[in-house]
């Protein structure tokens, strides 16, 4: 997989720093890890990427699953309306208020 993007020094958009890998390629080795774009019409449209996924546990599937999207210069639509979220939500925990007591 390829990453895109350009070094900070450079004023780009997608901020990737790279390094050498071997003789002719680069590898990614920093940047950005959120981008968003929005449109402030009416409604407000609005795309972003969290470049490296959005978990950090082994084994989630979303561990990188953006990243395949940043490759191929593309963001993903932000949910905005309480239906978007629950139309995309996996699960639902819910926490319960614990009450600490006074000694």
Known sequence: MSANGAPDALGGFR???YEPANGTHF???GGDSFIAA???SNPV????L???GDASQLGSPHRYD???LFA???LRPVWRTRKEVEANTMNRTSLKKSVV???
């Open 15 to 17: 901020v990737v720093e």
């Open 27 to 29: 590898k990614a080795v």
């Open 45 to 48: 449209q609005a795309k972003a």
């Open 72 to 74: 191929h210069k593309k």
């Open 66 to 68: 953006q990243l395949e």
């Open 38 to 40: 929005i449109e402030f």
């Open 50 to 52: 969290l470049v490296y």
């Open 101 to 103: 007591g006074h000694n």
